[in-house]
């Protein structure tokens, strides 16, 4: 049970940063985006990334198409899904260890009420000549199953808040690959009214 407590504690830390942190990235990617809306110069464009582009990630993806020195649209896109890819991936931390905590703490819990188990047989057959004794039998047996109960409790409390913590992280993401899209053609045809 101290073992599935630590883990408890951890996932709990885990999962408030990680929606703390979603939550932010969240609200600097929508405040650059309304920020960007009904420019219609490059320069204004790159101004604006610049000030916003070290806060959210759709800042330092838009930070490699606008700030490009290339004028080259197929290396521009690979330099902006690496860069999305490297943002991402930064997101991903700790989700990891979140997804271990889950599949581990029920295993933990039937390790627990296993050698609970083992506990109360070796006080049976120490106990065999004098009689068994039902209620220490009964008392043993349940503590034991409250190892099984705990990690059952943990396991699927993590993966629930995993599963939802993935699903917002591939919002960002579904997000980002929107507006890349929206904005390389936005640059394509700024850069072609300025011909």
């Given amino acids: 049970m101290y073992v599935l407590t630590v883990i408890s504690v951890i996932s709990i830390g885990i999962v408030i940063e990680k929606y703390r942190q979603f939550r932010k ?6 405040k650059l985006l309304q920020t960007l809306k009904g420019q219609d110069k ?16 759709m800042g330092v993806m838009l930070d490699k198409l606008f700030n490009s020195q290339s004028d080259d649209l197929d290396l521009i896109n690979q330099s902006m899904e690496a860069t999305a890819n490297l943002e991402l991936h930064r997101l991903e931390k700790g989700l990891g260890w979140l997804s271990t905590f889950a599949a581990i ?10 050698i609970g188990m083992v506990n109360v047989f070796m006080k049976i057959q120490a106990g065999s000549q004098s009689g068994v004794d039902i209620s220490m039998l009964a008392g043993g047996i349940w503590v034991a199953l409250l190892t099984t109960v705990g990690g059952l409790i943990v396991g699927i409390a993590t993966i629930i808040f995993y599963n939802d913590l993935v699903q917002k992280l591939e919002n960002i993401v579904k997000d980002m690959q929107d507006t890349a ?15």
Avoid: D, W
């Fill in 25 to 30: 990235v969240r609200l600097a990617n929508y």
């Fill in 42 to 57: 490059l320069e204004n464009y790159r101004a604006l990334i610049n000030m916003h582009n070290s806060s959210c990630p």
């Fill in 105 to 114: 703490a029920p295993l933990i819990g039937f390790l627990g009420t296993v």
């Fill in 181 to 195: 899209i929206e904005y390389i053609i936005k640059y394509k045809n700024l850069k072609q009214s300025k011909l």
